[in-house]
């Protein structure tokens, strides 16, 4: 069983860095398409950014340019570099992976915290 474990979150001042990082257990294979999500409470999980099995990256408008997300595929594990942070970007994050390319993320992390004071 694919499990997937987030880790580097934490409270940081905004204007703060943090970095994200994803790592998978239980996986003999190399995880293609993979990504990075958030939620808060009350509302849905949102996309934030994905980076494809080749390298191209996709994210939201409004961590474009602020976030970087990239991959060690030796690793199999996925980075989310998130700097100038606001207090906005505050929320639980998730790390997604799915075993494809164009299939829907079929292995979730369980999150990690971050928190963004003003």
């Known amino acids: 069983q694919v499990q997937l474990v987030e880790s580097g979150g934490g409270l940081v001042q905004a204007g703060g860095s943090l970095k994200l990082s994803c790592a998978p257990s239980?996986?003999?294979?190399?995880?293609?398409?993979m990504g990075w999500f958030r939620q808060v409470p009350g509302k849905e999980r949102d996309f934030v950014a994905t980076i494809m099995s080749w390298g191209d990256t996709y994210y939201i408008d409004s961590v474009r340019g602020r976030f970087t997300i990239s991959r060690d595929n030796a690793k199999n594990t996925v980075y989310l570099q998130m700097n100038s942070l606001k207090p906005e970007d505050t929320a639980v994050y998730y790390c997604a992976a799915s075993s494809t390319d164009h299939a829907p993320y079929e292995h979730w992390g369980q999150g990690t915290q971050v928190t963004v004071s003003s």
């Open positions: 239980g996986v003999s294979f190399r995880l293609k398409r």
